[in-house]
């Protein structure tokens, strides 16, 4: 509809850039992004943006303090990405992280022993205890 003497003019933002807008089926010009829109308060205007074959059809408010809402953005797919490939070497041996145990657990059913989460409190053998003599310092 023609705007009124008492029509508010405002500048909706719409995107992305080399969007066609319809404004009440009208083709608007986009200058850095916006297109005007003027109406009386209370009024509300269809929105249509449309590029590559896609298409958003979007309502508009005008309302005394501005665009409800402000700005209006076609979605666009975003560009496919290559997966990245893991360069970092392999173990041979699984981690098991996270389980008190786990570690022994994996290690065992390899036949190999793996570090305790306990405390080692087991006494160490001594020079006496494995029947070898003891060093000492005098010759």
């Known amino acids: 509809p023609p705007a009124s003497a008492d ?19 009208q083709l608007m010009t986009v200058i850095d992004g916006k297109v005007e829109i ?19 059809e979007q309502s508009v408010a005008v309302t005394a303090g501005g665009l409800l809402p402000q700005e209006v953005s076609l979605p666009v797919a975003a560009p496919a990405v290559a997966p990245v490939l893991d360069s970092a070497p392999r173990t041979a041996a699984p981690v098991a992280l996270g389980r008190p145990g786990a570690a022994a657990a994996v290690a065992s059913k390899k036949g190999a022993s793996a570090p305790s989460d306990k405390p080692d409190t087991k006494p160490k053998p001594t020079a006496k205890a494995t029947g070898l003599s003891e060093k000492t310092d005098e010759f």
């Open 7 to 25: 029509a508010a003019h405002f500048s909706l933002l719409v995107k992305p850039d080399g969007v066609e807008v319809l404004v009440d089926r």
């Open 38 to 56: 003027s109406g009386a308060p209370g009024s509300v205007h269809s929105v249509r943006l449309s590029l590559n074959g896609k298409t958003l």
